[in-house]
């Protein structure tokens, strides 16, 4: 037995709105949903959209729970982020806070040191593209400063940095020569 279309809706009111439609995949099952008001067989429904008998069952279950909107294509969900807000803020923190040397086995954190930490705290797997993106979602860049020894002086790059006198000089104005003739 075929799932019945809700009474709300008929065929002149479904063709009005596959007219109003803007996606062309709702337009082409509002008509065939439309067919089958008009007393079309499902399997002539199918054949106007183009589609099997399932998914003009599938057309009407939607339609009935959401109305026509409920037929428009939408983004697949795919598949749930493997880093929950819990983990995304340890994280952070442990970005922010840098490494232990003595603990973590680094000096400065890499995609892959990140990765490991995550494992070996949360026991949750990330592939160093996910954990890359999730850095980037959370504001963080690959950038890293340019390292400074222990035991530089304080005022030694400023010293590097004092402005040379100039190694070149304007030249007098010559005299303007006149063409040879």
């Given at each position: 037995?075929?799932?019945?279309?809700?009474?709300?809706f008929?065929?002149?009111?479904?063709?009005?709105?596959?007219?109003?439609?803007?996606?062309?995949?709702?337009?082409?099952?509002?008509?065939?949903?439309?067919?089958?008001?008009?007393?079309?067989?499902?399997?002539?429904?199918?054949?106007?959209?183009?589609?099997?008998?399932?998914?003009?069952?599938?057309?009407?279950?939607?339609?009935?729970?959401?109305?026509?909107?409920?037929?428009?294509?939408?983004?697949?969900?795919?598949?749930?982020?493997?880093?929950?807000?819990?983990?995304?803020?340890?994280?952070?923190?442990?970005?922010?806070?840098?490494?232990i040397?003595?603990?973590?086995?680094v000096?400065?954190?890499?995609?892959v040191?990140?990765?490991?930490?995550?494992?070996?705290?949360?026991?949750?797997?990330?592939?160093?593209?996910?954990?890359?993106?999730?850095?980037?979602?959370?504001?963080?860049?690959?950038?890293?400063?340019?390292?400074?020894?222990?035991?530089?002086?304080?005022?030694?790059?400023?010293?590097?940095?004092?402005?040379?006198?100039?190694?070149?000089?304007?030249?007098r104005?010559?005299?303007?020569?006149?063409?040879?003739?």
């Amino acid at each position: 037995m075929p799932i019945p279309l809700r009474e709300d809706f008929n065929a002149a009111g479904l063709r009005s709105a596959a007219r109003e439609s803007k996606d062309a995949g709702q337009t082409r099952r509002l008509l065939a949903l439309a067919a089958i008001c008009e007393g079309a067989t499902r399997t002539e429904a199918a054949r106007i959209g183009g589609v099997t008998l399932q998914i003009v069952r599938d057309w009407v279950i939607k339609l009935n729970a959401h109305g026509p909107a409920g037929l428009i294509d939408r983004k697949a969900p795919g598949q749930k982020r493997r880093l929950d807000d819990a983990h995304r803020a340890a994280l952070a923190a442990a970005v922010e806070s840098g490494p232990i040397p003595a603990v973590h086995g680094v000096v400065r954190w890499r995609v892959v040191d990140l990765r490991q930490w995550l494992h070996d705290e949360f026991q949750v797997s990330v592939s160093e593209q996910t954990l890359s993106r999730e850095l980037r979602e959370l504001g963080y860049r690959k950038l890293s400063a340019r390292p400074r020894h222990h035991a530089q002086a304080a005022g030694a790059i400023e010293a590097f940095k004092k402005a040379s006198p100039r190694a070149w000089a304007r030249s007098r104005a010559s005299r303007a020569s006149s063409p040879a003739t």
